[in-house]
Nanobody
Framework: QVQLVESGGGLVQPGGSLRLSCAASGNIFSIYDMGWYRQAPGKQRELVASSDRGGSTVYADSVKGRFTISRDNALNTVYLQMNSLKLEDTAVYYC?????????????????WGPGTQVTVSS
């Protein structure tokens, strides 16, 4: 089993910054993609940013130039630096990790989600 623990959410004024962290632990042989998604009230969950193991990244158009995703493979941790936050960035942010686990003699790939952390941008 694998657990994802997110931290760093909170309340911030427009134009402010926050840094989210997500640490994975448990039966981890390797992690392929790690990323952040968000879900605002009444809306579908959407991709914010993702990073593969080699550091290649993908960003939603709405956050390009403001958010930066990074990861530490040795620590199985992914970060999201969020700058110039806007009211519309308010949402619950979820960490996602595509984990390879070794079970007996087999390797199994499973996506895991964190419980989510609230980010509120308000004046």
């Amino acid at each position: 089993q694998v657990q994802l623990v997110e931290s760093g959410g909170g309340l911030v004024q427009p134009g402010g910054s926050l840094r989210l962290s997500c640490a994975a632990s448990g039966n981890i042989f390797s992690i392929y993609d790690m990323g952040w998604y968000r879900q605002a009230p009444g809306k579908q969950r959407e991709l914010v940013a993702s990073s593969d193991r080699g550091g290649s990244t993908v960003y939603a158009d709405s956050v390009k130039g403001r958010f930066t995703i990074s990861r530490d493979n040795a620590l199985n941790t992914v970060y999201l630096q969020m700058n110039s936050l806007k009211l519309e960035d308010t949402a619950v942010y979820y960490c996602n990790a595509d984990v390879i686990s070794r079970v007996v003699s087999r390797f199994i790939q499973t996506p895991y989600w964190g419980p989510g952390t609230q980010v509120t941008v308000s004046s």
